[in-house]
Nanobody, 115 residues
Framework: QVQLVESGGGLVQPGGSLRLSCAAS????????MGWYRQAPGKQRELVAT???????NFADSVKGRFTISRDNSKNTVYLQMNSLKPEDTAVYYC?????????WGQGTQVTVSS
């Protein structure tokens, strides 16, 4: 089992920045890929960014150039740095970990971009 706890969400003005953190615990040695997904009201959950154990990253087109993802394996933590935030980035952001072909989810953290 893997447990994920997110933090760092909140309210920010358009053009602002936020950093999300996701701390993993449990069978962390089995985690291969970690990432962030988001779900806006009335929409399906969508991929934002992923990072694998080698540091290779993948981003949704809508966030390329604005968001970065990083991973501190010593702390079993993944970060999502979000810059130049737009109102359309408003959503609940979920941390995800893929371990031994099984996916785990955090509880989600709200990000609201509004003036």
């Amino acid at each position: 089992q893997v447990q994920l706890v997110e933090s760092g969400g909140g309210l920010v003005q358009p053009g602002g920045s936020l950093r999300l953190s996701c701390a993993a615990s449990g069978r962390v040695f089995s985690i291969n890929v970690m990432g962030w997904y988001r779900q806006a009201p009335g929409k399906q959950r969508e991929l934002v960014a992923t990072i694998d154990s080698r540091g290779r990253t993948n981003f949704a087109d809508s966030v390329k150039g604005r968001f970065t993802i990083s991973r501190d394996n010593s702390k079993n933590t993944v970060y999502l740095q979000m810059n130049s935030l737009k109102p359309e980035d408003t959503a609940v952001y979920y941390c995800n970990a893929l371990a031994l072909s099984r996916g785990y989810w955090g509880q989600g953290t709200q990000v609201t971009v509004s003036s």
